[in-house]
Every structure is written in structure tokens, then in C-alpha cells.
């Protein structure tokens, strides 16, 4: 269980961290107040840290964190960059997007 809540809190600051960097390229009022996007990494490092941790503990190794991080960010870029910019799945995203699940499998129940 706290394997899985940390997984939902790293993807969770990942979204928070696309809108952060990608939101200025859509939003005009992001673009405009630059200290809200710095004030932004505040939660984002407090979920990072604490999602870091649950996954560490759950899984039983840092590695094994740090896969989960990285696929939980291409997922919600995947997803937030086709919500906010309409860019659509290719081939070769459909390709990542299966092997990043296929990551999050093996670290989930490789024992």
C-alpha cells in the first residue's frame, strides 16, 4: 500500500512539474507571474520527498524508487501534454508509454 501511494504522489508532483515548466508556453498569466512558478517547487519537493521515500521503503531500494519516479513523470507528461496541448500519441510514445508500464511491473511485483 505505501508503494502505491507513493507511485500516486509521484505522479501527482510530475503533473505539478509539467504545468511548472510547460504551463508558461499555454498560459499567459503563468508566464507573467514567474514567483508563483518558484513558489510552485515547494509542494513539489515536499511530495517528491515524501513519494521518494514510500517507494524506497515499499520496494526495498533506491533503484528501484528512481524507476518509479521516471516512469511516473513520461506517464503524466504523456498525459498532460495531450490534455493541455492536444499533441496526440504517436507509434513511438504508445511503444515508451508500454515499456514504462512494463518497468512499473517489474518493480512492483519482481520480489
Known amino acids: 500500500m505505501k508503494t502505491i501511494l507513493g507511485a500516486v504522489l509521484m505522479f501527482v508532483a510530475q503533473l505539478i512539474v509539467f504545468y511548472q515548466l510547460y504551463g508558461p508556453l499555454k498560459y499567459q498569466w503563468l508566464n507573467n507571474n514567474k514567483w508563483f512558478l518558484y ?26 524508487a528512481r524507476f518509479m519516479t521516471q516512469v511516473a513523470g513520461v506517464l503524466a507528461f504523456l498525459l498532460a501534454n495531450w490534455l ?16 514504462g508500464v512494463g518497468i512499473i511491473g517489474v518493480q512492483l511485483f519482481w520480489k
Do not use: R
Request: hydrophobic share 50%; charged share 10%; proline share 2%.
Open 39 to 64: 513558489l510552485m517547487s515547494i509542494p513539489i519537493a515536499f511530495l517528491l520527498i515524501n513519494a521518494t521515500k514510500m517507494c524506497a521503503d515499499g520496494l526495498g531500494s533506491n533503484w528501484s
Open 84 to 99: 493541455t496541448f492536444g499533441e496526440g500519441l504517436n507509434t513511438k510514445n504508445i511503444i515508451c508509454l508500454v515499456l
